[in-house]
């Protein structure tokens, strides 16, 4: 009591105080008292604005450095309007930071200087809020999940959500979190099995949750239900469609006839859904793989879509321009098991093979299947990325690959060594810098030379 309260201080002094001493004192105290509460009225207010001020810059929209989720922006591997320098001898990549993440193959997603991944240790799962820059972790947030999935794969797969102030993650046992950007905090949570009633894969769930508009669409697999429409904000399930079982490939969006049609390639077969009549069925086509194991993303161009599977079922290409989908042209021999490809002027680009097939980097013509041309490669998988007028392969051993591609062929410019395989994860880009993870969680982050700094 006696070092808190100014009263008792002034009582005891007042009784043996002359009048003067006494006003003195009295003028003090409030003094005092004033400033105080000044103080700390002064401080709250700056914690409100420094808290405001934070949600507004994560809020804003900068499309041209963000990669808020799996294959960037728009979910299709592509880097526009950046203009590298392909002379690695003179101009090397630079590492920027390392960091063990945990185990797992999740990518990364970087939205306001903020880079956003999933990793497991010792059956503790956590999502990491990483400064992009530096590496160093702004917040993270854990809970209890097997590291071991039952077809052997270890840790998650899937790569998080960021739109405006909130992140979207969901684990391979179907734990789905809505966290806050901006420090972590738990906004929303449902499960897919519990919610949803979804049927979890035999290696989990690995697609993102995905962004249209108000709408955040999640493929959970249930027998009612293959996917589920959320209010983005409130989690509040809106509508479901398809009657499939969960894949892991990350859907497609594309526009065919004024329609906003999503492709999703379940485990047993490729739906497309029309987002303006929530979720009515389009077309089905069956596709049915090895453990339901169908990852990789599909590629729509002109009327048809490309899939791929590996466990020998190769490749695709279905004509959509009919009532019923149409196969054009198969090759079991050149399958994509989980890797990304990239459509690049009605070409697909991939670096194909899987458990049976060493890897090949085979550019084709998507409307006819001709290879245009096609390289050895290390490893049995990789993945792509297009930056400005380069390409950048990420074999499965771990090297990064930049050169020309063109229908003629691909001139190699440079390579480099990254983190050690495996490296099935594909790689993000934000900020002129590239982010390559490996299955044990290694994470490098390595920025790219511009032609403008020679």
């Known amino acids: 009591m006696n070092a808190y309260n100014p009263h008792f201080h002034y009582n005891c002094r007042c009784r043996s105080a002359p009048w003067p001493y006494y006003a003195s004192e009295i003028r003090t105290v409030y003094f005092l008292r004033y400033w105080r509460k000044t103080f700390h009225s002064l401080t709250t207010v700056l914690a409100m604005l420094f808290g405001i001020c934070a949600v507004l810059q994560l809020q804003a929209s900068s499309p041209a450095s963000d990669w808020p989720t799996f294959l960037g922006p728009n979910g299709d591997g592509i880097v526009k309007d950046h203009n590298l320098s392909a002379n690695w001898a003179q101009n090397p990549p630079k590492v920027i930071w390392r960091k063990n993440l945990g185990v797992g193959n999740s990518s990364i997603a970087i939205a306001n200087g903020r880079a956003v991944t999933l990793g497991n240790t010792n059956d503790i799962e956590t999502v990491w809020c990483l400064d992009a820059s530096n590496g160093d972790v702004i917040w993270k947030f854990e809970y209890e999940e097997l590291q071991k999935t039952e077809c052997g794969s270890i840790g998650p797969s899937s790569t998080p959500t960021i739109d405006g102030n909130r992140v979207y993650a969901i684990s391979g046992t179907g734990k789905f979190f809505c966290l806050n950007l901006l420090d972590g905090s ?141 196969l054009l042209h198969r090759d079991r021999e050149l399958p994509l098991q989980f890797q990304n490809s990239l ?48 390409v950048i392969a990420i074999t499965e051993t771990g090297k990064m690959i930049i050169g020309n591609s063109s229908q003629d062929g691909f001139e190699e410019l440079g390579q480099i060594e990254t983190v050690p395989e495996l490296v099935w994860t594909p790689p993000a880009f934000s900020n002129g810098r590239i982010y390559i993870r490996n299955k044990e969680g290694e994470t490098v982050c390595i920025s790219l030379p511009h032609k403008h700094s020679q």
């Not at 458990?355 to 245009?372: E, L």
């Open 186 to 326: 738990v906004i929303w949570e449902k499960h897919y099995i519990d919610d949803f009633e979804g049927r979890k894969p035999i290696c989990g769930w690995a697609a993102s949750p995905f962004i249209a508009g108000e709408l955040l669409i999640v493929d959970p697999g249930a027998i009612d239900g293959a996917i589920v429409a959320l209010d983005k904000r409130t989690g509040k399930t809106l509508w479901k469609a398809g009657h499939a079982k969960a894949g892991c490939a990350n859907p497609l969006l594309y526009s065919h006839e004024g329609k906003q049609v999503l492709a999703f390639f379940h485990g047993n077969k490729l739906i497309g859904y029309d987002l303006d009549r929530q979720g009515a069925i389009l077309y089905e086509f069956s596709w049915r793989t090895f453990n339901a194991f169908n990852a990789s993303k599909p590629q729509y161009f002109d009327d048809k879509i490309f899939i791929s599977s590996g466990y020998g079922e190769g490749y695709a290409v279905l004509d959509l321009s009919e009532k019923e989908p149409k």
């Open 343 to 390: 459509l690049i002027g009605g070409d697909i680009l991939g670096i194909f093979g899987d458990n049976k097939h060493d890897s090949q980097f085979i550019r084709m013509d998507m409307a006819t299947g001709n290879v245009r041309w096609k390289l050895p490669y290390p490893g049995k998988r990789g993945n792509l990325l297009a930056v400005g007028k380069q």
